[in-house]
Nanobody, 121 residues
Framework: QVQLVESGGGLVQAGGSLRLSCAAS????????MAWFRQAPGKEREFVAS????????YYDDSVKGRFTISRDNAKNTLYLQMNSLKPEDTAVYYC??????????????WGKGTLVTVSL
């Protein structure tokens, strides 16, 4: 079973940037579609972005399009999320996830434990 560990969260001012990482182990990383989700306080978990197995295809929620970039390094078994122009409404726990599905909108098999991102005014 694939294990996922997120890192890179923290406190940042509005307009700033953060780069999240997700280290995968226990499986063949390149076999899976990968994704980022987030859950803000008092809200349900929501989709942020996903990336295909080779990294050439990506899909974003409209709320982050043009500000966030998802990428992966299959040689390092690592998923990334570069977040620029951060807004207070981006404050959430960010989770990485993997899917054995066929499309970038497939349901996820499992999630990591998350990393907290806090954006202050």
């Amino acid at each position: 079973q694939v294990q996922l560990v997120e890192s890179g969260g923290g406190l940042v001012q509005a307009g700033g940037s953060l780069r999240l990482s997700c280290a995968a182990s226990g499986g063949t990383f390149s076999n899976y579609i990968m994704a980022w989700f987030r859950q803000a306080p008092g809200k349900e978990r929501e989709f942020v972005a996903s990336i295909g197995r080779s990294g050439s295809n990506t899909y974003y929620d409209d709320s982050v399009k043009g500000r966030f970039t998802i990428s992966r390094d299959n040689a390092k078994n690592t998923l990334y999320l570069q977040m620029n122009s951060l807004k207070p409404e981006d404050t959430a726990v960010y989770y990485c996830a993997f899917s054995s599905g066929l499309s970038l909108r497939s349901s996820m098999d499992s999630w990591g434990k998350g990393t907290l991102v806090t954006v202050s005014l």
